[in-house]
Nanobody, 135 residues
């Protein structure tokens, strides 16, 4: 069964850290872009960070640059999102998605930024994990 499993959410005080993980089963991340999205109550969904699995290219939304880091753990078919210096504004349900860039080969390498506006075009989605940052 093809599945994405997101984990690692929780409650943390402002300034603290959390690490989210996105693990794939039933397929490998080769050729995919993996993107973390988040949605806070009353706000639109937004792309937070992404990585192109084949070459490690990354992209971040401005509000998390310098605080979040996305990385792949190739041996475990997992992508992690390290979140540091968390702020109350980071409170949201986070979930990961994996997809391929339309019109490109399965060995795609390069920017993953397109995925931020391609949520419904992604191939697989994991269930959300709640991150709550208290002030």
């Amino acid at each position: 069964e093809v599945q994405l499993q997101a984990s690692g959410g929780g409650l943390v005080q402002a300034g603290g850290s959390l690490r989210l993980s996105c693990a794939a089963s039933g397929f490998t991340f080769d050729g995919y872009v993996i993107t973390w999205f988040r949605q806070a109550p009353g706000k639109e969904r937004e792309g937070v960070a992404c990585i192109t699995y084949s070459d490690g290219s990354t992209y971040y939304t401005d509000s998390v640059k310098g605080r979040f880091a996305i990385a792949s753990d190739n041996g475990k078919n997992t992508v992690n999102l390290q979140m540091n210096s968390l702020k109350p504004d980071d409170t949201a349900v986070y979930h990961c998605a994996a997809g391929t860039r339309p019109g490109y080969s399965s060995t795609y390498s390069g920017s993953c930024a397109f995925s931020f506006s391609y949520y419904y075009g992604m191939d697989y989605w994991g269930k959300g994990t709640l991150v709550t940052v208290s002030s």
